[in-house]
C-alpha cells in the first residue's frame, strides 16, 4: 500500500542584502523559514528550501567604494558571512543563491524580455532630487531645504537638484484591479490579516508605474537590448525566486515540481514588494503566482529596535554561544507569535530554557529514562492494560500532528509549540500523580506501564519538536532508542514505541542555564 504522494513544497526567504553584517533578525527569518522546511519534510514532501543573498545594487556600490574594494569583492565576503549564519542556526537551505549567479541573470532577462513583450515595459523619464554625491533620488519628504536655501537629503546630509533621466517604467497602474481581485479571491496570499490589510489598503488607493531601470551606475543586471541601463534592483531580486526552481526553463522538471512557490517568508518592511510588484510582474509574465506571502514581524532588543548607532545589534554568533542554537529556535518561534514584532530579552531567554526545555522537557526525558535504565534492564518495558488516564494521555499526545499541521500550514509555530508543551504539562502532572518510583516497591506492572506511557509521549513529542530543534530532538531520539530515517519521520508517530527496545544509557538533552559566577 502505497500513499498518494505528497505534493511537493517549495519555500524561500529573503535575500539578504550583504551591504553590512547579518543580525538575529536576519537569524530569525532563516530559523522560521528552516523550520517550515523541515517540518513538511518529516512530514513525507519533497522541499525546495532556498535563502541567499541579494547583491546588486547602489548600496552595495557605495559601500565597496568606500572600503576601496570592488563590488564583487564586497558581496563575495559579505555573503559568506550570511551562509555561514544559515550553518550556524542550522538552516537546511537547499540552494544559497547569489544575485550574481549566472543562471539568475539568465532568468532576469528572461522575466523582463516577457514583460516588455507584454507591453508592460516602456521608457520615458525618472524625475526626483538626485544626490550627486549619493548618487541616488531622494522623495520630497526626504528632503530639507535649509538656510540658506539649498535643498539638502535629510538622511545623508548632501545636495540634491532636480533630475531627470531616462529610465524604463512597469505599468504597475494597469495591474491595480487586478491585484485586487487576486486579494479577493485568495484571502491568504498575504498573512497574518492585519499585515496583508496594510498592502491592499494601499493598492486601492491607487498605483503609479513604477521606474524599473538605473543609467546613473551599473552594478546590476543589465537591461535586455539597451545595456546602458541596469534593472532596477527590485526586479532583479525578487527575480530569485523564480531562478531557484529553474526559469526561464518552464519545461524543465524542477520548475514544473516546485513553481509556483508555496510560501514567501519574509519581514514586514518588503511586504508591498512581495505582495504587490511581485504579484504583478507574474501576471505580465505569464507565470503563475505564490500561494503565499508570508510576513513576520521585527525582533528588538529589549524591546528597544536594534541599531548601530544604539550598539545593541546582537550578532546570531553571540546569541548562540551564550544560549544554545536549539535554545534560541525554540525561543523565538515559542516567544513571538509569527507575524507579530517580538523582544527578547536574557530573562524571558533564560525563563523558557529552564521552565519549558529544561524542567518540562528535559526533566521528564531524564526521569523516566533514568527510571527504565535501572529498573527495566534499560529496555522499553512491557506495558499492562491501559488506564483511563493512560488512554486519555496517549490519545492527547496523538492528536499533536494534526494541531501541529494545521499549525505550521499557516506558519502559527508558536501555536503548535504551545500546543505540544501543553500535553508535556499534562504528562508532567501525570507522572508526579502515578509516582512510578513508588509502584516500583507495589505494583511493577504498574510501574512498567506508565513508564511506557511516559516514553510514548516523550517520544511523539521529540519527533514532533524535529523542525524546532533539530539537534537535541535527534540526541533524545537516539536515547529513545528510535534510529534515523523512517522511525523519526511524522508517518511513524502512530506506530507506538516498541516493548523490549533496547535503550542506550540515557543523557540530559536540556541543560539549565547558569548564571556565570562572577555575573
Ligand atoms: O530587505 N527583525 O534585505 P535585508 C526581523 N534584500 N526581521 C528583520 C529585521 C528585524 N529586526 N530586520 C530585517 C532585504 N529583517 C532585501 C530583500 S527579497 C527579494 C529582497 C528581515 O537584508 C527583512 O524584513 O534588509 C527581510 O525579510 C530580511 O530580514 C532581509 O533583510
Known sequence: MSPAAKPPFYITTAISYPNGAPHIGHAYEFVAADAM??????????????SGTDEHGLKVQQTADKEGITAKELVDRNSAAFREVH???????????????????????AIWKKMEANGDIYLSKYEGWYSVRDEAYYGEDETIVKDDGVRYSKETDTEVTWTAEESYFFRLSAYQDKLLALYEAQPEFGAPGYRFNEVISFVKRGLEDLSISRTTFDWGVPVPGDPKHVMYVWVDALTNYLTGAGYPDVDSESFKKFWPADVHVIGKDISRFHAIYWPAFLMSAGLELPKRVMIHGFLQN????????????????????QYGVD??????????????????????????????????????????????????EGKVPVPGAFTAEDTALLEKAGALLDTAR??????????????????????NAYFAEQAPWVLRKTDIERMNTVLYVTLEVVRIVAILAQPVMPASSAKLLEVLGQPEGQARQFAAIGTPIVAGTELPAPAPVFPRYEEPADA
Open 37 to 50: 522546511a523541515r517540518f513538511k519534510r518529516l512530514d513525507g514532501h519533497e522541499v525546495f528550501y532556498m
Open 87 to 109: 550553518d550556524l542556526v542550522g538552516s537546511s537551505y537547499d540552494r544559497f543563491i547569489r544575485t550574481t549567479d549566472a543562471d539568475h541573470y539568465t532568468a532576469s532577462q
Open 302 to 321: 529589549n524591546g528597544v529596535k536594534m541599531s548601530k548607532s544604539l550598539g545593541n545589534v546582537v550578532a546570531p554568533a553571540d546569541f548562540i554561544a
Open 327 to 376: 535554545q534560541m529556535r525554540f525561543f523565538f518561534l515559542r516567544e513571538v507569535p509569527f507575524g507579530a514584532d517580538g523582544s527578547y530579552n536574557h530573562e524571558a531567554i533564560v525563563g523558557r530554557m529552564n521552565a519549558d526545555l529544561a524542567n518540562n522537557f528535559g526533566n521528564l526525558a531524564q526521569r523516566s529514562l533514568s527510571m527504565v535504565a535501572k529498573n527495566c
Open 406 to 427: 494545521a499549525a505550521f500550514e499557516k506558519q502559527e509555530f508558536s501555536r503548535a509549540l504551545e500546543a505540544i508543551w501543553g500535553v508535556l504539562g499534562d504528562t
